[in-house]
């Protein structure tokens, strides 16, 4: 190749909507895996993909526009400007169901559950509309509020192909970062069940995936402690993909001003996990992504983490106006077509 020819190459691989984190790895093979995997041409993704893209968009953001014009003032904890963390999902899981995986279980904190309880788990519509309103169904000491937003659910997700798998959402005891040890535990609870899964070389069919908010992963004990067990024989389940939402929420300060480290997903190099960067307004950088933190975790099953992290949702609706703290950041927000707007016209 000539020397043009490769820096296209490198700078379409390294320089557009994706970039990741690998050299730190102390593994050759798994550094040469990455390289072999992004240095190399683009090929778009073929029509029938991007119209199913196009279909997860959709549903994620006609459920979040339902809820804020169906039940106003509503709390919410929504997911407008990262409904690209669906497509993400929904290509992760599709994934799973076509290799045969046994489950795919999910921790989340309460931005964006409802989205992913209807659009990922399959819970139904009716149900989530009948908790805003009030019936929960519980023995009446909970009351309402946000206890819709604590609650888990099983389901089923089918895949493209017509195949199948199941899927939870386990219940958060907190709003955040409290759920990444239940769900690890759930996680392996269900492998050690699985009379095959962790002796005779199944690999790890239950895959769990843990979602964060950026100053909740830097900022929280918890995600280092979890990370740094992730590697003993007692606690492994084969790798979990970790999905960043850079939302900006936590402190509604600036990163300069809430972490030492460049990026909030610094905390995953202590393990030595790969860390992938993607701008949430390309959910085709989304579904590739998704690809590979599959195809690592499935390659190289050693307790390791893949992190997507995507870009800030826009909270337009929340009661906690975050323009108050942030006032440029949400006067550019506020210009920005939606995430399904740039794909449609794309």
């Not at 799973?96 to 309880?117: K, T, W, Y």
Request: charged share 25%.
């Amino acid at each position: 190749m000539t020397l043009r020819e490769i820096l296209d190459i490198l700078r379409d691989s390294y320089c557009h909507t994706m970039g990741i984190e690998y050299m730190h790895i102390s593994d050759t093979e798994q550094r040469r895996w990455f390289q072999e995997k992004f240095e190399k041409p683009h090929t778009p993704l073929p029509r029938e993909e991007h119209l199913r893209i196009l279909d997860k968009l959709n549903e994620a953001e006609i459920f979040e526009t339902f809820l804020q014009t169906k039940f106003v003032g509503q709390k919410r904890f929504s997911l407008e400007g990262g409904e690209s963390t669906i497509v993400l999902l929904d290509e992760i899981c599709e994934l799973a169901a076509d290799n045969s995986l046994d489950e795919v279980c999910i921790g989340m904190p309460h931005r964006g559950r409802l989205n992913v309880l209807a659009n990922i788990a399959g819970k139904s519509y009716g149900q989530i509309f009948r908790e805003f309103e009030g019936n929960i169904g519980m023995a009446g000491t909970q009351g309402s509020g946000d206890v819709k937003y604590h609650l888990g659910a099983e389901g089923k997700f089918s895949a493209a192909s017509g195949a199948t798998i199941r899927t939870s959402v386990a219940a958060n005891p907190s709003h955040l970062e409290t759920v990444d040890p239940v769900l690890e535990g759930i996680t392996r609870a269900k492998l050690d069940r699985l009379p095959s899964a962790l002796n005779d070389g199944e690999g790890y069919p239950v895959l769990p995936i843990l979602l964060h908010g950026d100053a909740a992963f830097a900022g929280q004990g918890v995600v280092y402690e979890v990370l740094q067990m992730s590697q003993l024989r007692g606690y492994r389940v084969g790798g979990t993909v970790h999905v960043v939402v850079n939302n900006q929420v936590g402190f509604t300060t600036s990163p300069v001003e809430s972490r030492s480290s460049v990026y909030c997903t610094d905390v995953a190099k202590v393990i030595q996990a790969p860390v992938i960067h993607v701008n949430g307004d390309d959910p085709d950088a989304c579904v590739l992504a998704g690809r590979i933190a599959f195809e690592y975790r499935q390659r190289f099953q050693q307790g390791r983490s893949d992190r997507p992290g995507l870009l800030p949702p826009s909270r337009p609706h929340e009661g906690d106006d975050p323009s108050f703290t942030q006032p440029n950041m949400y006067d550019l927000i506020e210009q920005k077509r939606s995430t399904h707007k740039l794909y449609t016209r794309a």
